[in-house]
C-alpha cells in the first residue's frame, strides 16, 4: 500500500465520522471485479497484448506502420482470437460479449491494431454476419474470418457522416440482367475515411439506395469485390488513399467511387429486405423507417467496442501518471531535506484521482452495457425494446467514454511534465490515435442528440394514456415544485437542517439517496422543460418545427449527457455490494462518492439556480471532495494496479520504477554530502551566519 508523506500526511478521518479507516485495498479481488464476466476473454487479449510482436514501434513511417499492422492481423488469426462472434459451425464460438470483451483490449497493443481488427471482423464480417443469411454466411464469411479476404465497410460518405438516410450512392436493380448497378452519382457520394480501402481491401460491404422499379427502399448493404488478387481495381471501381491522418496511421484509410458496377442479385445482404428475379421487393419489416433502423442497429457493436477500448485506454493513461505521480519529488513545501511526491500535491490529486473515479465508473457502466449487448445478440434477450435500449445505452455511454479518455490523457500527460510528452511515454501517441474515436461509429454529439429524443419520446409516452385524475396531479406536483424552487424554499429547507454546521452538510452531501436525487432530478428537470418547449412543434410548419428544436438543441445534449452520467453513476452503486471485502468496499464507496459529487460540482451552478442546493451545502461540497481525495490517496497506487495492466502493457519508463531509482540516488547523494560535511552552505544561511 502506497506510504502517504509530505503535505498529505494527515488524519484523513475526523473523529467525529465514526469509521475505523481502512487498511488494505483488496487489489486481487478488485481486479477480478473489474475484469466482469467474460474475465477469460480479458486475459487471453491482455496476454496477447502484451507481445512484442503486437506492440506500436513508434518512429515508423506509415508505410512501414501499415505493413506491420496488416502482419500482425494474420498474427491473431493464427492465435485464433478474434473469431468468438461468428457461428461454431464455422469455426467461432457464437460469443458476442466474449468477442467485445477480448477485441477491446487490443488497444493497449496499438490503437491501428484494434480498429484495423475492427474493420475486417466487427464491421466488414460483422455486416455480411448480421445482414445477410446462411447463404451468405457460407459463401464469404470463412474467408474473411481467415483474412484470406480483407475487406471495407463502406458506409460513410464524404458528404454525409453520420446522417447515413441521406447518402447518395445507389444500387439500381437491372431485372433484364438480375444485377445491381452499384454507381457513386457525385465527388460528394464517394465512400470515405474507410479502413482497408487504400491498399489491402479485397472486397466491401457497400451501404446504398436500393432502387428496383422505380422506388427508392431506403438504404441496404451489398457484398462488392473491388479487387483482384494483385491488388488492381476491378473495372468501374476507383479510389485514393486518405494520407497521412491525426492518428492510426497503422490502417490503410481511403476512398472508394463506383461507376455501374454490376453485382449479381444475390450479393444483396437480403436478411431485412429482398429483391426477387423480377424486381419486386419484399421485407419482413413494412415501416421503411423501422427497417432502417433494424439494419442499422445490428451493428451497434463498433459503438460499444469504443466506449471499452476508451475505458482502457484512461486505465493506461492513469497507471502510468499515478505510478509517476507517487515516485517523482518536486518542491520543499513541507521538509528542507526532502521535495514533495507529487501526488501529495492536492492540486494533483484532483487532476488525477477525480478522473480515477471516472474511469472506475465509465468501466462499470461499460460492462453493463456488454451484458446488454450479448443477450440481444445471443438471443437470450432480444425484443424490439431490448434491442432499442441497447442502441440508446450505446450511444449514451460511447461519448462519454470517448471524449473522457481524450480528457485524462491530456490531464495525465500535463501532469508528466516534460516526461509525458516524450513518445516513449505513450501519452502522446494515444491521444492521437484516440482523438478520432470521439467521431466515428457516430459524431459524440449527434449521438447524444439521438439519446435526448429517446428520452422525450420516453417521457411522452409516459403521460400519452393518462387520465385527467393523473394529469391534475401531475400539474399540481409541477407548480408545487416550482413553488418549492423558485422561490428559494429548498435551500431555506436545508439551510435551517444544517444549521450551519459543516458535519451535516457533508453527511447530506455522502448520502447515496442524495446522490441519486440530485443526478436523477437534474435529468428529468431537463426533459420536462425541454419536453414542455417543444411541445407545440407538432403543431408547427416543418421549418418552424425544425427552427424551435434547433433552439433548444444544446440544452437536449446536455440533458442527455446528464442522463448518461446518471447510467455510469448508477452502474457502479450497482456494484459496490458485490465487492465482498469490507475495506475495499469502503474505498470503493468514497471512489463513487467522489465521482457523484464531482459530477454536482461540475454543475453546481444549476443546482444553485434552480433552487437544489443551499448555499451552504455548495460551499460544503468541495471541502468534502477534498477529505474524499486525502482518504482515497494511500491506495491510489493499489487503484490503479487493480486495472491489471503490467509492464509490458504499459511501455512507458516513467512507469517502469525508473523514477523512484533516480530519487533514491539524488537522495543517498545529499545525505552523503550532508554526512562528511562538505555540502556549500546556502547563501541565505551564509549571510544570516555573518551577520550574527
Known sequence: MTQVTGPAAVDVERPEDGITPPSRLDTEALGERLLGRWADKRRLARRLAGQPELARIDGQTMAEHRERVSAQLKYLVDTGSVHYAFPERLGGEDNHGGNIAGFEE??????????????????FGAAVLHLGTKEHHDKWLPAIMSLEVPGAFAMTETGHGSDVASIATTATFDPDTEEFVISTPHRAA???????????????????????????????????????????????????????????????????????VRIPRSNLLDRY??????????????????????????????????????VAASKVALAISVKYATERRQFHAGSALE??????????????????????????????????????FSGAHDTDGDRQD??????????????????????????????????????????????VYATFEGDNNVLLQLVAKRLLADYAKEFRN????????????????????????????????DTGSVRKSATYLKDEDTQRQLLTDRVSSMVRDIAADLKRASRLPQSEAAALFNSRQHDLIEAAKAHAELLQWEAFTRALPSIDDGDTRQIMTWVRDLFGLGLVEKNLAWYLMHGRLSAQRAKTLGDYIHRLLLRLRPFAQDLVDAFGY??????????????????????????????????????????AGAGG
Open 106 to 123: 487490443l488497444v493497449i497493443a496499438d490503437p491501428s491494431l484494434q480498429i484495423k481488427a475492427g474493420v475486417q471482423w466487427g464491421l
Open 190 to 260: 464517394w465512400k470515405d475515411y474507410l479502413g482497408n480501402a487504400a491498399k489491402d481491401g479485397l472486397a466491401a460491404v457497400v451501404f446504398a439506395k436500393l432502387i428496383t422499379r422505380g422506388v427508392d427502399h431506403g438504404v441496404h448493404a451489398f457484398y462488392v469485390p473491388i479487387r483482384d488478387a494483385e491488388r488492381n481495381f476491378l473495372p468501374g471501381v476507383g479510389g485514393e488513399d486518405d494520407g497521412l491522418k491525426g492518428g492510426l496511421n497503422g490502417i490503410d484509410n481511403g476512398r472508394l467511387h463506383f461507376d455501374g
Open 273 to 310: 429486405g429482398q429483391v426477387h428475379p423480377d424486381g419486386r421487393y419484399t421485407s419482413p419489416i413494412a415501416s421503411p423507417g423501422r427497417r432502417f433502423f433494424t439494419m442499422l442497429g445490428t451493428l451497434v457493436q463498433g459503438r460499444v467496442s469504443l466506449d471499452g477500448a476508451a
Open 339 to 376: 521535495e514533495e511526491v507529487l501526488l501529495d500535491y492536492q492540486r494533483h490529486q484532483r487532476r488525477l484521482l477525480t478522473r480515477l473515479a471516472t474511469t472506475y465508473a465509465a468501466a462499470f457502466a461499460h460492462e453493463e452495457l456488454l451484458e446488454k449487448f450479448d443477450g440481444v
Open 390 to 435: 441497447l442502441e440508446t445505452l450505446a450511444a449514451a455511454l460511447k461519448p462519454l467514454s470517448t471524449w473522457h479518455a481524450l480528457d485524462t490523457l491530456q490531464e495525465c500527460r500535463e501532469a508528466c511534465g516534460g516526461a509525458g510528452f516524450l513518445a516513449e511515454n505513450r501519452f502522446t501517441s494515444l491521444r492521437a490515435d484516440l482523438d
Open 466 to 497: 393518462a387520465d385527467f385524475g393523473a394529469l391534475a396531479r401531475w400539474v399540481a406536483s409541477q407548480a408545487a415544485d416550482a413553488t418549492l424552487h423558485r422561490t428559494g424554499l429548498r435551500q431555506v429547507a436545508q439551510t435551517f437542517a
Open 646 to 687: 503490467g509492464p509490458e502493457h504499459l511501455r512507458a519508463p516513467i512507469a517502469s520504477g525508473a523514477e523512484r531509482r533516480r530519487q533514491e540516488e539524488a537522495a543517498a547523494y545529499a545525505a552523503a554530502l550532508r554526512a562528511e560535511g562538505t555540502a556549500p552552505v546556502p547563501e541565505k544561511q551564509a549571510r
